[in-house]
């Protein structure tokens, strides 16, 4: 019998002692022999491994243990899951937990959320803030199943509107990065986001509604930065247009407690108000702030639609070129580059054909988009239909002296040659 199974079968008889020192001494003089079987470890047994290891205070032997398990069993623990004893229950959870802020790039969020989604009716007491602290730290990560669970049994339970808005506001950050992280999650997102709100427009149901809630702060022109935070999101999610007065104070949380969630909303309000010297300021302090590729990529594209609309064609392809530096697996900046040289054609002393020529490259981006993100070959097909409709036509190809396939220069700031179609 291995030190494992004694171990095991000693608990109940009082004998974990001797069975430790075996096990010390088993792992020591044979570890390769301990992870050769990996394939064949239990739960159980694996739990048991990593009781000893935590207790020995050994860090370096409990991440090799639980890296182990990772590579083998992780998905046949979650049916055995139900079987074990209370006491080992948790400690699965805080296996997870251990690895996941070991390894945060790994996919411990997930094994965490789906056992504690799996333990939901056995460990009540510590599931919503297990459920809290998966969500907040890998939104995009967490089965949709512990989104749905969490929201049903927290926002309930919230009666106080400032605490639904200030819920709404870390969980409405969530689903905007899980939205950016999982695009053809689309409609997985909107649900989650009305299972949000939904509570939170029975206590907030007009923008009269909001202002009351804060109206203290308000009137004594003091906002902390994180009720601003929490305010600013409410007037975001209710459409509200806010007073000079209230713009001043979220102006202070800003400039004394900026972070990417908060900057992304400010800089959408002065979007919205066609105030793009000012959006361009938040979206570039989002970038140095911002950790995630994915993330920073996202308002790149952003900036690109911001510098066309102040006419720096120039940087707005920077922008869109840093974008797919940054996410090589995602198309959508071929979009807007494609609808920045579009834009641009105006201010280019170019002829009626140039202009229509124009679309070639329109519809090269938008091949690239597809051969980069296939989920985006609706939109794609859509818009070459429209472009096709608009570029030269055969006739005027055959006018200038032109062949299918033939490089066509495009001057001005663009300075590229196109393929002629």
């Known amino acids: 019998m291995s030190p494992l199974l004694m171990y095991r079968h000693n608990r109940k008889s009082g004998y974990v002692f001797t069975t430790l020192v075996l096990l010390v001494i088993w792992s ?62 948790r400690l699965v959870l805080q296996l997870y937990e251990h690895m996941a802020k070991e390894e945060p790039a790994g996919n411990w969020d997930t094994h965490l959320g789906l056992a504690a989604w799996t333990l939901q009716v056995t460990l009540p007491d510590s599931l919503r803030p297990i459920m809290r602290r998966i969500i907040r730290r890998s939104p995009q990560k967490v089965p949709v199943e512990c989104w749905e669970l969490y929201l049903a049994d927290t926002l309930r339970l919230r009666y106080d509107p400032y605490e639904l808005l200030e819920e709404a506001t870390w969980l409405e950050q969530g689903l905007r990065k899980r939205e950016i992280y999982q695009p053809e999650n689309q409609q997985e997102v909107d649900r989650l986001r009305s299972m949000v709100l939904d509570p939170l427009t029975e206590f907030l149901t007009d923008c009269d509604s909001l202002v009351e809630v804060y109206k203290p702060a308000l009137t004594r022109a003091f906002l902390p930065p994180q009720k601003a935070r929490v305010f600013m999101l409410g007037n975001y999610l209710l459409g509200c247009q806010m007073n000079t007065l209230q713009d001043s104070l979220v102006e202070v949380a800003l400039t004394y407690s900026p972070d990417t969630y908060f900057l992304r909303l400010a800089a959408l309000r002065e979007e919205q108000r066609g105030e793009y010297l000012k959006a361009v300021e938040l979206r570039r302090k989002c970038l140095r702030i911002e950790p995630s590729d994915l993330m920073k990529a996202h308002d790149e594209v952003k900036l690109v639609w911001l510098y066309q609309q102040l006419g720096e064609f120039r940087t707005a392809r920077i922008a869109g070129e840093a974008a797919l530096k940054l996410a090589p697996n995602r198309g959508e900046a071929y979009f807007a580059l494609a609808d920045l040289i579009l834009a641009s054609a105006p201010v280019c002393n170019f002829s009626p054909f140039e202009r229509k020529a124009l679309y070639w490259l329109a519809i090269d981006y938008c091949e690239k988009a597809v051969m980069r993100e296939p989920r985006l070959e609706k939109e794609a097909a859509a818009r070459i239909s429209q472009y096709r409709k608009l570029m030269p036509t055969r006739a005027e190809v055959q006018f200038h002296n032109l062949q299918t396939g033939d490089s066509f220069p495009l001057g001005c700031w663009m300075n590229v040659a196109v393929r002629v179609r």
Do not use: N
Request: glycine residues 6%; proline residues 3%.
């Open 28 to 89: 020591a003089f044979g570890p390769v022999d301990c992870l050769g079987q990996a394939r064949d470890r239990s739960v159980f047994e694996w739990l048991s491994l990593f009781e000893v290891a935590k207790a020995s205070g050994s860090e370096s032997r409990l991440q090799g243990i639980v890296r182990q398990s990772d590579q083998f069993q992780i998905q046949a623990w979650h049916a055995e899951l139900l079987d074990l004893p209370f006491k080992q229950q």
